[in-house]
């Protein structure tokens, strides 16, 4: 079966530009994930979807960036306008269903895609 | 907060030998633990799952899970250079989809 699915997998830019990363979860999975990753900071979680629903959107780092899930089988992160600090790996994770008595949440564990790696000049 | 905290290492181990990983959490109502291998320049890849107190083996691998000290680790029996690589250690609260991650472990084996 076919895992996450990430796009682009290198992206470089200058500061200022819009920049959009798409991401395919695992057919069948419900849940959505998008982390960021540096070294300093580690994975962070930036947003995730549940039924491609925005259930928490805590971790975004402030207004520039935006997630959208216009469907089961595909999501964007969008960061406009974009600045050198945004530079790191951007992952896409998806997870099925849960299996315990309240199917609003999952302890399943994530899958992730191969990652967007984002160099803002 | 929810904390997962892990020894950044590096670990060095020779081949053959057992490399023992640990990672402790903050959160009582967790009910969910992961441990994912992250090669350089890689995605974060699932090794193992444990959802209760005890031991799990597969294969190399044995996760082990103390509920009651917080304390989670992966124990990885003949080590392998190809086991290099950085562990890092998930969390689930129950009730909710997320997971917490430690900033991980990295392992190095020597041959």
């Known amino acids: 079966d076919a895992g996450v699915i990430q796009s682009p997998r290198h992206e470089v830019t200058e500061m200022g530009q819009e920049v959009t990363l798409r991401c395919k979860p695992i057919s069948g999975h419900n849940s959505l994930f998008w982390y960021r990753q540096t070294m300093m900071r580690g994975l962070e979680l930036l947003i995730y979807f549940n039924n491609n629903v925005p259930i928490d959107d805590s971790g975004m780092p402030e207004d520039r960036f935006s997630a959208k899930m216009p469907n089961a089988s595909f999501s964007t992160l969008k960061i406009q306008p974009s600045e050198p600090r945004d530079s790191a790996v951007y992952f896409c994770?998806?997870?099925?269903?849960?299996?315990?008595?309240?199917?609003?949440?999952?302890?399943?564990?994530?899958?992730f895609g191969d990652g967007t790696r984002l160099s803002i000049l | 907060q929810k904390e997962v905290e892990q020894n950044s290492g590096p670990l060095s181990v020779p081949e053959g030998a057992i490399a023992s990983l640990n990672c402790t959490y903050s959160?009582?109502?967790?009910?969910?633990f992961f441990w994912y291998r992250q090669y350089s320049g890689k995605s974060p890849e699932l090794i193992m799952s444990?959802?209760?107190?005890g031991d799990k083996e597969d294969g190399r691998f044995t996760a082990q899970l103390n509920k009651a000290s917080q304390y989670v680790s992966l124990l990885i029996r003949d080590s392998q250079p190809s086991d290099s690589a950085t562990y890092l250690c998930?969390?689930?609260?129950?009730?909710?989809?997320?997971?917490?991650f430690g900033k991980g472990t990295m392992l190095l084996v020597s041959p």
């Open positions: 994770a998806s997870t099925e269903r849960g299996r315990g008595m309240v199917p609003l949440y999952s302890n399943q564990p994530q899958h």
């Open positions: 959160d009582r109502g967790s009910q969910s």
């Open positions: 444990i959802y209760s107190n």
């Open positions: 998930a969390v689930n609260e129950a009730g909710y989809s997320t997971l917490t």
